[in-house]
């Protein structure tokens, strides 16, 4: 662990990029997931308030109910526009340039949700809600790319874990500025759902003197010197020649093969596996996640997603079961509360770190931008069905619905285990070279990982696809 740390104080640019791009990127989705529980009363009175004024109708408590579970739904619309808008703009304007436009979306969010109170008009924050969500959709696809693409390789696992400490940051803070005691009052509530708005002016004014992705500089602009000069800047100057000549390896790998889109991602047979690890690593992604450097670094993303599911599977056959107990026994409600602890825990030292930045980690280049949109959709698709799903399934199967997570968990876990490489300090031709390795059919003559003839094979083939 002290050798990481010191790596990463050798890399004084790459500590400041973490902060910079964090509380622009995933800090403003995990402020936005928690923000509206503080001032969801406040928010309803205002709906009422309105439709009175206006109409001169009084709204029932279902009437109002709808609304809200409407303003508060409108943020996961937005995102998964922001997602499927996000690769494009990345692979046409670059990282940096992305994230930048992108906090003038949640500044104009941050303004309309300032004046609702004032303007008397629910509406205002149901746009400031879709703003946010665009901002976090997008945020979400170019934030992991940009801060592992400016990262040492040997550190990229140790800074990828970061993405979701902002995240869990972001909740963290809306959270603790929506007590009465901070912004959760009635005069002052506006203030905080506007806070998003500030993280964003915050960003827009930091970020310029940060340089661009330099593996988009080598390996979408072609601009040689601009790379080690970012790379100098980022890292220190030192001989890089060994991190330019892997980029350089891929350059030469795809210098024949534009991005690709989500569809052509999709049917590409040659990341086929790559593609549905994605899908089996997001698909049970919709919980908190904490800080899980020190064993990420010592241990290797496999073995971390796979412990962390097991975990978490017999964590939660122990919560059916006293959940279930707890009406017999008066003790064991405490009992449930250590185990949603240790879930957590278990979440938080596998699933939560290891899995925002894999996209960018097993895709190469031209991939990478369609594979972070699906992962992102993924997330935001999720979201949306378990607000809707979860409270019918707790009023039908009341404590047997953690079952249904159960069997996502093991699928998950078991996938992990049998299907997908170890992506620790290796490069994305590697990657993909060992996934073509596990998942050759039998008989196949194995091929050689990692040569130039068979790397130029495999591409020729994706350009006739």
């Not at 740390?5 to 509380?23: D, R, S, Y």
């Not at 086929?272 to 450097?293: D, H, K, V, Y």
């Amino acid at each position: 662990m002290p050798q990481f740390l010191t790596l990463l104080l050798e890399c004084p640019l790459v500590i400041v990029a973490i902060f910079v791009t964090g509380i622009g990127g995933t800090f403003q989705y995990g402020f936005c997931v928690s923000v509206m529980t503080s001032p969801s009363d406040f928010i309803k009175e205002l709906v009422n308030k309105t439709c009175l004024h206006r109409y001169g109708v009084s709204l029932d408590k279902s009437q109002v109910s709808l609304i809200w579970s409407f303003t508060v739904s409108i943020f996961c619309l937005g995102g998964l526009l922001g997602t499927l808008v996000a690769g494009p703009l990345i692979t046409t304007f670059g990282r940096k340039p992305c994230l930048l436009l992108n906090n003038l979306l949640a500044i104009i969010g941050a303004v309309l949700m300032l004046f609702s109170q004032t303007a008397m008009s629910f509406e205002m924050i149901m746009a400031g809600r879709f703003l946010y969500g665009i901002n976090s959709g997008v945020s979400l696809s170019v934030h992991p790319i940009y801060i592992i693409e400016c990262t040492p390789k040997r550190l990229r696992l140790m800074v990828g874990v970061t993405i979701a400490s902002c995240m869990s940051f972001g909740k963290f803070s809306g959270q603790l500025l929506g007590i009465s005691e901070l912004l959760g009052t009635e005069e002052r509530w506006p203030w905080l759902l506007g806070f998003n708005g500030f993280a964003a002016l915050l960003q827009l004014s930091t970020l310029p003197f940060l340089p661009e992705s330099p593996r988009f500089l080598l390996l979408d602009k072609g601009d040689h010197q601009a790379c080690e000069k970012a790379l100098s800047r980022l890292w220190g100057n030192k001989d890089h020649s060994m991190e330019v000549e892997e980029m350089l390896q891929e350059k030469a790998a795809l210098q024949n093969v534009r991005s690709h889109s989500v569809m052509e991602l999709i049917r590409d047979q040659s990341v086929r596996w790559q593609l549905i690890t994605i899908i089996f690593t997001f698909t049970p992604l919709q919980l908190c996640g904490i800080n899980a450097f020190m064993t990420i670094e010592n241990t290797g993303k496999k073995v971390l997603l796979f412990r962390g599911y097991a975990g978490m599977s017999a964590t939660l056959i122990l919560l059916t079961i006293t959940l279930y107990l707890q009406t017999h026994i008066s003790w064991m409600p405490y009992c449930s509360m250590v185990l949603i602890f240790i879930f957590i825990f278990f979440f938080a030292g596998g699933p939560a770190g290891a899995t925002a930045p894999l996209p960018g980690e097993i895709f190469t280049q031209s991939f990478k931008s369609a594979g972070y949109t699906i992962a992102c959709t993924i997330n935001w698709a999720g979201l949306f069905v378990l607000g809707m799903v979860f409270p019918i399934l707790v009023e039908k199967l009341d404590y047997f619905c953690f079952l249904i997570f159960l069997c996502f968990c093991v699928v998950c876990g078991l996938y992990v285990w049998f299907n997908v490489p170890e992506t620790k300090n290796r490069t994305a031709l590697e990657i993909a070279a060992e996934f073509r390795k596990m998942h050759s059919k039998p008989g196949e003559p194995q091929r050689e990982i990692n040569t130039k003839h068979e790397v130029n094979k495999t591409q020729t083939n994706e350009t006739k696809f």
